[in-house]
């Protein structure tokens, strides 16, 4: 029965995206992510700072909306500068490219050591053109790769998560 709703679900999908300018293999959740091993650590309490790294996350729905989260932290000893930035907008093909138009969103940064970057700001409108982009079979599954001309990155197929279910 599960087996027959998840073939139901990615036909409904799949003529969804047939129906817009978005090509069905895009249509998913996907993410990259990078944690850096360097670790600090407090000689006198040996406590270690927290982690260091990056993730993007992106949601590409069949109707052409996106959603992009990026989530930058970087610690060294006691400090810690955290940027989440949230954007939604458009996508659509043009050619062989495709075109992200941001239609809002907010970058939220804090710092524990400098309370100057410590802000919310609304992300103005823009519009990103990722000039190549293919989606390939990687070593643990489907990637979206898209680059700028200058920034070439693959994010990894993602499994769509709801709210958590678990009891406080």
């Known amino acids: 029965m599960v087996r027959i709703f998840s073939l139901l679900s990615l036909a409904v999908l799949t003529l969804q995206a047939q129906n817009s300018s978005i090509p069905a293999e895009i249509v998913g959740a996907w993410s990259s992510s990078e944690v850096r091993t360097i670790q600090f650590s407090n000689r006198s309490s040996t406590a270690f700072a927290r982690p260091s790294g990056a993730t993007i996350k992106y949601q590409i729905n069949p109707d052409g909306t996106y959603r992009e989260d990026t989530l930058i932290q970087t610690s060294t000893y006691n400090c810690t500068d955290t940027v989440f930035a949230e954007e939604t907008g458009r996508i659509h093909v043009d050619g062989s490219k495709l075109v992200f138009e941001a239609t809002g969103g907010t970058l939220r940064s804090t710092d524990n050591c400098n309370a100057r970057f410590n802000y919310v700001k609304q992300l103005?409108?823009?519009?990103?053109?990722m000039?190549?982009?293919?989606?390939r079979n990687g070593s643990s599954g489907p990637?979206?790769?898209?680059?700028?001309?200058?920034?070439?990155?693959?994010?990894?197929?993602?499994?769509?998560?709801?709210?958590?279910?678990?009891?406080?």
Do not use: F, I
Not at 131 to 135: A, K, M, N, Q, Y
Not at 143 to 168: F, I, W
């Open 124 to 129: 103005p409108h823009r519009e990103r053109v």
């Open 131 to 135: 000039t190549e982009w293919l989606v």
């Open 143 to 168: 990637e979206l790769c898209m680059s700028d001309s200058k920034h070439p990155l693959c994010y990894k197929r993602a499994e769509r998560t709801g709210p958590s279910n678990v009891q406080k």
